[in-house]
């Protein structure tokens, strides 16, 4: 069994910026791809950024060229820079894992963390 233990999520005002980590860890798992989704209420959960273990990486249209994934394989953890974040950038935030080399891992999923962007 992966347990995924999110952490960073928290208000940012807009323009600002924001740091989420997330750890795996479990019994007897092989992790080799770690990734973030994220989710508004009324829409569909969307990927926000992924990255594999042999360094694929994969972002998804809305915060392309705002973000920046981390992934450290050694240690099981990704982490994700939002930068410049929006009103609109408001979601839960989810760590995700999978155990093949997949640009969308969604395998093992979070809790979610609240990301609020407001004044």
């Known amino acids: 069994q992966v347990q995924l233990m999110e952490s960073g999520g928290g208000l940012v005002q807009p323009g600002g910026s924001l740091s989420l980590s997330c750890t795996a860890t479990?019994?007897?798992?092989?992790?080799?791809?770690m990734g973030w989704y994220r989710q508004t209420p009324g829409k569909r959960r969307e990927l926000v950024a992924a990255?594999?273990?042999?360094?694929?990486?994969n972002y998804g249209d809305s915060l392309r060229d705002r973000v920046i994934i981390e992934y450290d394989h050694a240690k099981y953890t990704v982490y994700l820079r939002l930068n410049n974040l929006r009103v609109e950038d408001t979601a839960v935030y989810y760590c995700?894992?999978?155990?093949?080399?997949?640009?969308?891992?969604?395998?093992?999923w979070g809790e979610g963390t609240q990301v609020p962007v407001s004044a």
């Open positions: 995700t894992a999978d155990r093949t080399q997949t640009v969308g891992p969604i395998g093992y």
């Open positions: 479990g019994s007897d798992f092989s992790i080799a791809a």
């Open positions: 990255k594999t273990s042999s360094g694929a990486t």
